[in-house]
């Protein structure tokens, strides 16, 4: 079993395939950061090594990100190729949506088990503004054919800015009760663009809860599994909500993650700039034990908490390079 040094179990990897993305969404990347280089992203063939290897020390889920995932040829053979391995236990995708509805079926073929798809608004007009595309409705689509598809839960992520989209909340509830999904808002991050962020406009789980609340009964799921996400079922159907708090609190108590950047970086905790290239080993003829001992190494130096909100700022690469 892989544990870090504080005893934490991590058994969660997050890999980002690519930092390509079809969107530009403004709290997510600054517009003039050039993409990496397509010799310095990893292959299939390294992901599924390092799976295998992450595998054997105990991890259990693999989420796959980007960027945009569906930006990458060829990830239904990537999901089969980790599923084949019998050890992965869940295998997850994060996109935007975008072209997602094409392609669930092979994907969940293949051996995709659940789906997270970004919208952060449920106007068009608003969704074009953020994301910069006019693609409200092939999304939409998307997560009714995800339903269709037998992945389960389909879980929206929102990210949830004062003054831009909060007046959506209790929308959003709406829309996770008629649609038996999930909608997890998540407090907004000092990542993206430096003319979007200030502290003020950050709306606090706290803050946004006491929304909900005023239309709906909450109740504390009790499957909510091990996730960041405080999540609650609602009066009246399926349909889930959850408040992730990354700036409101410290959610790292229960952190059981590491992630691989798509240039090859396993990064032990997204709020900190500390990465170790596990890419040059995999290119440069280590064998899977040493490969094995430095994911070892990296995961003991996983910081017991997040560094505080000036530090992040200024560290941070894009999200599309570290992967959301």
């Given at each position: 079993?892989?544990?870090?040094?504080?005893?934490?179990?991590?058994?969660?990897?997050?890999?980002?395939?690519?930092?390509?993305?079809?969107?530009?969404?403004?709290?997510?990347?600054?517009?003039?950061?050039?993409?990496?280089p397509h010799g310095e992203i990893l292959r299939y063939e390294e992901i599924v090594r390092f799976v295998r290897i992450a595998a054997s020390l105990g991890v259990r889920k693999v989420r796959l990100t980007g960027g945009?995932?569906?930006?990458?040829?060829?990830?239904p053979f990537l999901i089969k190729e980790i599923d084949s391995m019998g050890l992965i236990e869940d295998i997850s995708l994060t996109t935007n949506g975008v072209d997602l509805a094409d392609a669930v079926e092979e994907l969940a073929a293949a051996g995709l088990?659940?789906?997270?798809?970004?919208?952060?608004?449920l106007k068009a007009e608003r969704f074009a503004h953020i994301t910069g595309v006019d693609a409200f409705d092939r999304v939409v689509r998307s997560i009714e054919k995800a339903s269709a598809a037998g992945l389960d839960p389909v879980k929206i992520n929102t990210v949830i800015i004062k003054g831009f989209n909060d007046d959506e909340a209790l929308d959003f509830a709406d829309f996770a009760r008629e649609r038996s999904v999930q909608v997890r808002f998540i407090?907004?991050?000092?990542?993206?663009?430096?003319s979007l962020w200030d502290r003020s406009r950050?709306?606090?789980?706290?803050?946004l809860e006491g929304l909900i609340r005023r239309a709906y009964d909450l109740h504390p799921c009790d499957d909510a599994g091990m996730?960041?996400?405080?999540?609650?079922?609602?009066?009246g159907g399926a349909g889930k909500v959850g408040f992730i708090s990354p700036m409101s609190s410290h959610i790292c108590r229960a952190c059981n993650r590491i992630r691989l950047t798509s240039d090859g970086k396993i990064r032990p905790c997204l709020f900190s700039n500390v990465e170790y290239d596990v890419k040059a080993l995999l290119r440069?003829?280590?064998?899977?034990?040493?490969?094995?001992?430095?994911?070892?190494?990296?995961?003991?130096?996983?910081?017991?908490?997040?560094?505080?909100?000036?530090?992040?700022?200024?560290?941070?690469?894009?999200?599309?390079h570290i992967g959301g």
């Amino acid at each position: 079993m892989l544990r870090d040094k504080f005893n934490r179990v991590i058994n969660y990897l997050r890999v980002s395939i690519t930092d390509r993305c079809n969107l530009r969404c403004r709290y997510c990347t600054e517009t003039l950061v050039p993409f990496i280089p397509h010799g310095e992203i990893l292959r299939y063939e390294e992901i599924v090594r390092f799976v295998r290897i992450a595998a054997s020390l105990g991890v259990r889920k693999v989420r796959l990100t980007g960027g945009e995932p569906l930006q990458r040829k060829g990830l239904p053979f990537l999901i089969k190729e980790i599923d084949s391995m019998g050890l992965i236990e869940d295998i997850s995708l994060t996109t935007n949506g975008v072209d997602l509805a094409d392609a669930v079926e092979e994907l969940a073929a293949a051996g995709l088990r659940r789906v997270n798809i970004s919208l952060d608004s449920l106007k068009a007009e608003r969704f074009a503004h953020i994301t910069g595309v006019d693609a409200f409705d092939r999304v939409v689509r998307s997560i009714e054919k995800a339903s269709a598809a037998g992945l389960d839960p389909v879980k929206i992520n929102t990210v949830i800015i004062k003054g831009f989209n909060d007046d959506e909340a209790l929308d959003f509830a709406d829309f996770a009760r008629e649609r038996s999904v999930q909608v997890r808002f998540i407090e907004f991050m000092p990542f993206g663009q430096e003319s979007l962020w200030d502290r003020s406009r950050i709306l606090s789980s706290a803050e946004l809860e006491g929304l909900i609340r005023r239309a709906y009964d909450l109740h504390p799921c009790d499957d909510a599994g091990m996730g960041p996400a405080r999540m609650f079922n609602l009066d009246g159907g399926a349909g889930k909500v959850g408040f992730i708090s990354p700036m409101s609190s410290h959610i790292c108590r229960a952190c059981n993650r590491i992630r691989l950047t798509s240039d090859g970086k396993i990064r032990p905790c997204l709020f900190s700039n500390v990465e170790y290239d596990v890419k040059a080993l995999l290119r440069g003829g280590a064998g899977d034990a040493e490969v094995a001992d430095f994911v070892i190494g990296a995961v003991k130096a996983k910081p017991e908490r997040k560094v505080e909100e000036g530090a992040i700022r200024k560290c941070q690469r894009s999200m599309r390079h570290i992967g959301g």
